[in-house]
């Protein structure tokens, strides 16, 4: 399935993905019309498929952005907040663990409501520059990080970071080795809140882009009453979630 929807440009990989199914949302499309993946992307940046951005780090490939985006969309654009009609007043909040080559948050930068942000947290800080650098080649993402609508930090993602929770989506961009970092992230996840988040629970059983790695991606729902609930889904195979290494 990876493969199919290659291009030879960004918005033909983005038809492509369309055409096949993967991604559904108009919304989702035009952001990522407006963000040119290969900003983000040294080598063949519309290909399907991951690419090594350096550091030990990858850009996932555009169907698993695609598949993550689509399961916290209505929670990043503020749709799900107005149907349960809470916390008015604070702007939605969204981070990204493990943000990479900074590709999703511009794409997130582009779905967010008026007052909306999302917070990059990478532990490498030559990624952190990276994802910066990366977000200032448009003028459109530039924009975003000088009003602060995007941001970018250093720090453990595992820790989540706490001055901006509660959340109202929280994307995780490499798995976890197991639940302690769910029970954190859970604790920065706003009644209504969705976290998406791969974790490595030692079942290899078979899954689309992996499931030999025994990591399977887990959508974790917090309801309005703060119950939580959380959904088993696709079997995938990204990075883990690590200590820091230096870097010279
Ligand atoms: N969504 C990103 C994925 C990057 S790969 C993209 O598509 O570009 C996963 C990232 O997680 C790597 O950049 C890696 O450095 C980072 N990472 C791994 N362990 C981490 C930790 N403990 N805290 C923060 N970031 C971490």
Redesign the pocket.
């Given at each position: 399935m990876s493969w199919r929807s290659t291009g030879h440009t960004n918005s033909e990989l983005i038809n492509n993905l369309s055409r096949n199914g993967l991604l559904t949302s108009r919304a989702l499309a035009a952001a990522m019309l407006a963000t040119d993946r290969a900003h983000?992307c040294p080598h063949a940046p519309y290909a399907d498929a991951p690419q090594r951005?350096g550091?030990?780090?990858?850009?996932?490939a555009p169907h698993m952005?695609v598949y993550a985006l689509e399961a916290l969309l209505p929670y990043i654009t503020g749709e799900r907040r107005g149907k349960v009609g809470e916390k008015e007043g604070r702007g939605v909040r969204v981070l990204?663990?493990?943000?990479?080559?900074?590709?999703?948050l511009a794409v997130i930068g582009h779905l967010l409501p008026p007052g909306g942000k999302v917070i990059g947290?990478?532990?490498?800080p030559q990624?952190t520059s990276l994802a910066t650098s990366n977000l200032r080649r448009s003028p459109a993402t530039a924009a975003m990080l000088s009003d602060g609508r995007i941001q970018a930090v250093t720090?453990?993602?595992?820790q989540g970071y706490a001055p901006e929770a509660p959340y109202d989506a929280i994307h995780v961009?490499?798995a976890a080795d197991g639940w302690g970092v769910v029970d954190t992230l859970v604790n920065q996840l706003g009644r209504g809140g969705r976290l998406f988040i791969p974790v490595c629970d030692g079942d290899g059983g078979e899954g689309e882009g992996g499931g030999t790695a025994g990591q399977w991606v887990w959508e974790v729902d917090k309801d309005e009453e703060g119950k939580v609930t959380k959904k088993k889904s696709h079997g995938v195979m990204?990075?883990?979630?690590?200590?820091?290494k230096e870097f010279s």
């Amino acid at each position: 399935m990876s493969w199919r929807s290659t291009g030879h440009t960004n918005s033909e990989l983005i038809n492509n993905l369309s055409r096949n199914g993967l991604l559904t949302s108009r919304a989702l499309a035009a952001a990522m019309l407006a963000t040119d993946r290969a900003h983000f992307c040294p080598h063949a940046p519309y290909a399907d498929a991951p690419q090594r951005i350096g550091y030990d780090a990858t850009i996932s490939a555009p169907h698993m952005h695609v598949y993550a985006l689509e399961a916290l969309l209505p929670y990043i654009t503020g749709e799900r907040r107005g149907k349960v009609g809470e916390k008015e007043g604070r702007g939605v909040r969204v981070l990204d663990v493990g943000c990479g080559s900074g590709y999703l948050l511009a794409v997130i930068g582009h779905l967010l409501p008026p007052g909306g942000k999302v917070i990059g947290i990478e532990h490498i800080p030559q990624l952190t520059s990276l994802a910066t650098s990366n977000l200032r080649r448009s003028p459109a993402t530039a924009a975003m990080l000088s009003d602060g609508r995007i941001q970018a930090v250093t720090a453990d993602g595992r820790q989540g970071y706490a001055p901006e929770a509660p959340y109202d989506a929280i994307h995780v961009g490499a798995a976890a080795d197991g639940w302690g970092v769910v029970d954190t992230l859970v604790n920065q996840l706003g009644r209504g809140g969705r976290l998406f988040i791969p974790v490595c629970d030692g079942d290899g059983g078979e899954g689309e882009g992996g499931g030999t790695a025994g990591q399977w991606v887990w959508e974790v729902d917090k309801d309005e009453e703060g119950k939580v609930t959380k959904k088993k889904s696709h079997g995938v195979m990204y990075v883990p979630l690590t200590d820091r290494k230096e870097f010279s």
